[in-house]
């Protein structure tokens, strides 16, 4: 071998091991938790941080841990991919079950590439598009499934308003006449407003009602991870939208929120707080999804910067003057989480420590190694404000080597008689978790 | 030029190789163009575009280089000539390169940049390099002699 071959030999290893350098993180989930998280220099990679565990269910009478003090029980199964939970008041709970409408145009090398090895873990399996009811019956405590709407076009958020049911579909809202005890809507439904449905890379649109019942607020995400589709396609979206029940008219609430995937109101304050999903692809630590209220008018950065002034320098151009703007975030819960379920616990029934502060539905990551997320975490509130770290209150979604996916949690809601209840959509279950006795 | 043997394989292996050897310089050249447009535009088009002529510029190069690999280490009949060499080992490291470069496309927005600007400015150079180099009069009388 001559010394020109030495050289190329060494030139193409240096390309190997950059492109399979995936680094893994560095930091102590924990020191990113909470008001002032730790944030690294962000990285440039070749290949960006990925571990995705397979998914294969829930194996017989399996189910996640609790933490103590608590008891955990499958209350449906066999589900399309459920997504979010409306608990009504007469004990009957609704899933959404759905996901993306898979419309986003593949643009990119990477964009074939990375579809195949994200969808490894049956999170990209396809939804239901339906709303299933389940009642508990009374002899036998056993929940029945009830199809209560069908052919939806991948519907996320959901709501029930005096007699109407509001069904936040990827590219409008639609109100079907409904009252609790229907086994069944009949009603087609009236479009109540149009909502932002071109690619659809963020396809959720999350939906709360203001306490009166005039307004519905709408957490519309991002088109993109950072801006790498064009500005042009994010008008109104990594947004919060407010839209008027009577009118249908509707306007940006707040901006700068990536992907607000859960919309709730604070019950001490009646302040509205969402959970955000944050930028990928500038290192496992990096940046952490977070917690937070969210004022009239307010920009949180996207995409021009995070956590306040952190500037982010793959956009072109650059924006200075919202920069300055930028408002940090009140409470972050780590790195790649994913939160896609969000609750104010109100109810009695579980242990009284987790009464006023919020449970938060980690659906898990795919941008860090290792992984994190995947779990449903509690943060307490003390005069309608975070405190303290970030709690794991249900856990065991994943294989202890975390090669495997038994299920992974989203929407939350609180149960008519006080139980958390979760949406599982890799396991296609739905969770109960109460006191122990 | 050296006077070779030129069986059916061989001569079949070197049309092959004039059809398919323009193709990645083609769209090498391309991707430097739409990366310089980006730099200064940010207009997202043109480095998606950039991403996809780097990709599909290295699956055209695999069978030319395929092909070249074989006539420079194993040829027909007598010595290599030192500026076959050359081009060889050029066209590896351009292809080295731009490798690096796809990976480094595949980061989102302005993240490419300048690096990837760079790359394929790089990849070019070699590609010219190896053009070049084999045409120069003493690489011509070199091998005359």
């Known amino acids: ?437 | 030029m050296r006077q070779e043997v030129k069986t059916p394989r061989s001569q079949a292996a070197a049309v092959a190789f004039g059809v398919l050897d323009p193709i990645p310089y083609g769209f090498f050249v391309g991707a430097l163009l739409f990366d310089a447009i980006y730099a200064n535009s940010g207009e997202i088009l043109w480095i998606k575009a950039a991403a996809w002529l780097i990709a599909i510029g290295l699956l055209f190069a695999v069978l030319p280089r395929l092909i070249n690999l074989v006539q420079v280490w194993f040829p027909a009949r007598g010595r290599r000539a030192a500026a076959e060499m050359a081009g060889f080992w050029l066209n590896l490291l351009a292809i080295a390169a731009a490798i690096t470069n796809a990976f480094v496309h595949s980061r989102d927005a302005y993240g490419a940049m300048p690096e990837g600007l760079w790359l394929s400015g790089l990849t070019i150079v070699l590609l010219v390099l190896a053009k070049v180099l084999p045409a120069l009069p003493q690489a011509t009388a070199r091998d005359r002699a």
């Open chain 1, 1 to 437: 071998m001559n010394r020109n071959s030495g050289t190329t030999l060494i030139a193409v290893a240096c390309v190997v091991a950059l492109t399979a350098c995936g680094e893994h993180a560095q930091l102590d989930p924990r020191t990113q938790m909470g008001k002032d998280p730790e944030l690294p220099k962000p990285q440039n990679f070749l290949v960006p941080p990925m571990q995705v565990p397979t998914g294969v269910g829930w194996q017989g009478d399996a189910h996640p841990a609790v933490a103590d003090g608590l008891s955990i029980e499958k209350i449906a199964g066999g589900l399309i991919h459920p997504r979010q939970l409306l608990a009504l008041p007469n004990g009957d709970v609704l899933v959404v079950e759905s996901n993306g409408p898979g419309t986003e145009a593949v643009t990119t090398p990477k964009q074939l590439i990375a579809g195949m090895v994200k969808g490894r873990s049956g999170k990209a399996a396809k939804g239901g598009n339906r709303i299933t009811l389940l009642r508990k019956q009374a002899e036998t405590g056993k929940w029945e499934p009830h199809v209560l709407l069908e052919h939806l076009h991948s519907p996320f958020g959901i709501q029930w308003i005096d007699r109407a049911l509001y069904v936040a579909d990827t590219d409008r809202i639609m109100k079907y006449r409904f009252e609790p005890g229907q086994l069944q809507i009949a009603d087609p439904g009236t479009e109540l407003a149009d909502l932002p449905s071109t690619v659809n890379h963020h396809w959720t649109k999350s939906m709360v009602a203001s306490r009166d019942g005039t307004k519905l607020y709408v957490g519309v995400g991002s088109n993109s991870n950072i801006a790498e589709n064009g500005l042009e396609v994010e008008y109104r979206r990594a947004a919060v939208l407010e839209v008027d029940v009577a009118t249908g008219a509707s306007r940006v609430f707040a901006s700068g929120l990536r992907n607000p995937t859960g919309l709730q109101w604070e019950p001490q304050t009646g302040t509205l707080w969402a959970i955000v999903n944050e930028r990928d692809e500038i290192g496992a630590d990096l940046v952490p999804d977070y917690l937070t209220s969210v004022k009239e008018g307010g920009f949180y950065g996207w995409p021009y910067s995070y956590y306040g002034q952190h500037v982010d320098p793959r956009v072109k151009e650059q924006r200075p003057d919202l920069v300055a703007k930028a408002i940090k975030p009140d409470y972050a819960i780590a790195s790649h989480v994913a939160p896609l379920g969000l609750l104010f616990y109100t109810g009695s029934s579980l242990p009284g420590s987790y009464r006023g502060g919020a449970f938060i539905g980690e659906h898990g990551s795919w941008d860090r190694s290792p992984l994190s997320g995947y779990k449903v975490s509690f943060v307490r509130f003390v005069n309608g404000r975070p405190t303290g770290p970030v709690e794991s209150v249900v856990t065991g979604f994943y294989s202890k080597d975390e090669s495997s996916l038994y299920g992974a949690p989203v929407g939350l809601a609180q149960g008519a008689d006080g139980a958390l209840l979760i949406a599982d959509d890799v396991g296609n279950a739905v969770w109960s978790v109460n006191a122990s006795k």
